[in-house]
């Protein structure tokens, strides 16, 4: 147990509920799964002072659980810090525990033309998001506060495993950019 407590551990079972009960049902698991983390991050009382510690010079990821059906991470964003645009290739669902992020939505990339905006939102705690292939899977994300800002991303898979097939994008060319995943 890395995060080792009775509220975390309480949420892995419930999402574990979902994902064997929703049965390979992509939409159930987001929208069930999307109730359960809001719950999670409602109350900013859980997460070990080891896993809240921002990195100096970018956004800083910590793996809270893994296994086969799903992922867990944390991801810590210090002031002034952002992600370009990328895309995830699994189901993921995040969740504002603390501070706040502005993350941009973009249609499908056009291979050669600039991303298209589709929605941008401002989470604050207790909000949630969702990315997914089928229901737009591309977005960029920065702190939108001048303190430390922490999400709670949980995805449908390893995205470490996942490099070699996701994307990120320059916003202006649409250019696809390889993919490096590292949980610093
Ligand atoms: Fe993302």
């Known amino acids: 147990m890395l995060v080792g407590n009775a509220k975390f551990d309480a949420f892995l079972g419930r999402i574990a509920d979902v994902l064997k009960e929703a049965d390979g049902d992509e ?8 109730e359960i983390l ?8 859980w997460l070990p002072p080891a896993f809240s510690e921002a990195h100096p010079e970018h956004f800083k990821q910590y793996m809270l659980h893994k296994e086969p059906r799903f992922t ?6 210090g002031p002034g810090q952002s992600a370009i645009p990328h895309d995830h290739t699994v ?13 941009r939505n973009y249609e499908d990339p056009v291979p050669g033309q600039p991303l298209k905006l589709r929605s941008e939102e401002v989470l604050r705690p207790g909000e949630t998001s969702v990315v997914a292939p089928s229901v737009g899977d591309v977005h960029d994300v920065e ?6 800002s922490i999400s709670i991303h949980v995805y449908g898979g390893d995205l470490s495993s996942l490099a070699d097939r996701r994307h990120r994008y320059d916003a202006k060319s649409g250019e696809a950019i390889p993919f490096i995943t590292s949980y610093y």
């Open 27 to 34: 939409s159930q698991v987001i929208e069930r799964g999307r």
């Open 38 to 45: 809001s719950d999670l991050v409602a109350v900013d009382d």
């Open 72 to 77: 867990v991470l944390c991801v810590v964003w």
């Open 91 to 103: 189901w993921g669902l995040i969740g504002q525990l603390r501070g706040a992020e502005r993350t």
């Open 143 to 148: 702190n939108a506060i001048d303190g430390v």
